[in-house]
């Protein structure tokens, strides 16, 4: 096939001071075999004040400037100026795991058009720590909380490589549609992305307009280095739950709202009771056989104290119009030894 038979694809990442970051990411979009022409980078970045610039100019990125107070505001400012036919939402702290991962999502959402977008398996890497891939690779939700009030999704169906998956009864309650999530355009024009974005809201109004499924494509997707430390993560659960009272003022949908398997109070109750964490660690090390649920017991803990500080933060800075941004916690890839490629998991 000719580069100008692949339909055009905008990847759209929000920025702020993500020079740590942001190049191990671009590189991993430059590495794939999707055409170059028939893609396109867009950041919408918040000032920053690092070489975040530089870098996305190295790799031939689009920057837009992104005046608005989180970043929510960001990829809608992104979205609007881009111009392909699928959509990919990439963060800064995300490296694409697979070469041929966009291609190979594309051709599944072609081929699939009752599915609403195609979903990132989150791997390990050898630029992570233990925890980290507890958080993102274990858990792939990164927060006990959210985990523990999500329901699981069902495996429909698998064609080669390519999964179809749903929410198993009436429940809706499984955020999806960030880290590597590939959306068509369509799709998202159809529920008024480009007005009211907010990453698990495009998924859920997709959802609740009767498209039900949507793809995996097996071993694929992002490595995302959401945070490395317990520290780390404690102020990750702060700024996360001043970006979620924020979005909740202005909007008020939560797929945390559509019919739970756990409610929000037996949730925070069960971050404090240590039986639940430790049997789920244990029960996770069994299964797993991977000793790193052995960061689900302090984990736990730190996210129902991340809740709890973010909570007061709003309450006593809520009118601090960049109060996300002040609150973002640097973010860093650990040092490997030597210059080898990231584990990939087939």
């Not at 100019?57 to 881009?82: I, Q």
């Not at 880290?179 to 609740?208: E, I």
């Not at 793809?215 to 317990?230: A, D, K, M, N, W």
């Not at 109750?269 to 039986?275: D, H, L, R, T």
Request: hydrophobic fraction near 40%; include cysteine.
């Amino acid at each position: 096939m000719t580069a100008a038979a692949y339909p055009k694809v905008s990847f759209i990442i929000p920025t702020l001071n993500a020079e740590a970051i942001l190049e191990n990411c671009l590189s991993s979009i430059a590495r794939q075999t999707y055409p170059r022409e028939r893609y396109e980078v867009i950041l919408a970045d918040a000032f920053s004040k690092d070489r975040t610039r530089e870098i996305a100019a190295k790799y031939g990125a689009t920057v837009l400037d992104d005046r608005g107070k989180n970043m929510e505001e960001g990829k809608r400012l992104a979205l609007a100026h881009a111009t392909g036919d699928y959509i990919v939402f990439v963060d800064a702290d995300n490296e694409i795991s697979h070469p041929d991962y966009i291609e190979k999502a594309v051709e599944a959402l072609q081929n699939n058009p009752q599915a609403l977008g195609v979903e990132s398996y989150y791997l390990p890497s050898d630029k992570m720590s233990s925890f980290c891939a507890y958080i993102t690779h274990l858990l792939h939700i990164s927060d006990p909380i959210c985990w523990l009030m999500s329901v699981n999704p069902t495996l429909l169906a698998k064609q080669g490589q390519v999964e179809r998956w749903k929410l198993p009864g009436a429940s809706m309650a499984y955020p999806l549609g960030a880290n590597g999530f590939v959306f068509r355009r369509g799709d998202l024009l159809s529920v008024k992305a480009g007005v009211h974005f907010q990453d698990t809201h495009v998924a859920l109004h997709l959802m609740q307009h009767g498209k039900q499924e949507w793809l995996r494509i097996t071993g694929r997707g992002v490595h995302h280095y959401y945070v490395q430390t317990l520290g780390g993560f404690l102020q990750k659960r702060r700024r996360a739950t001043v970006h979620y009272l924020r979005v909740q003022d202005e909007v008020r949908v939560s797929w945390m709202a559509e019919k739970p398997p756990v409610p929000h109070w037996l949730a925070a109750f069960y971050c404090v009771s240590v039986v639940g964490p430790f049997y789920h660690t244990l029960r996770g090390v069994v299964k797993d056989r991977d000793i790193r649920w052995f960061w689900h017991l302090p984990a736990s803990y730190l996210s129902l104290l991340g809740v709890a500080w973010g909570w007061q933060t709003y309450c006593s800075r809520s009118k601090q119009k960049d109060l996300i941004a002040s609150l973002q916690p640097k973010q860093t890839l650990k040092s490997v030894t030597s210059a080898g490629p990231s584990q990939k998991a087939e």
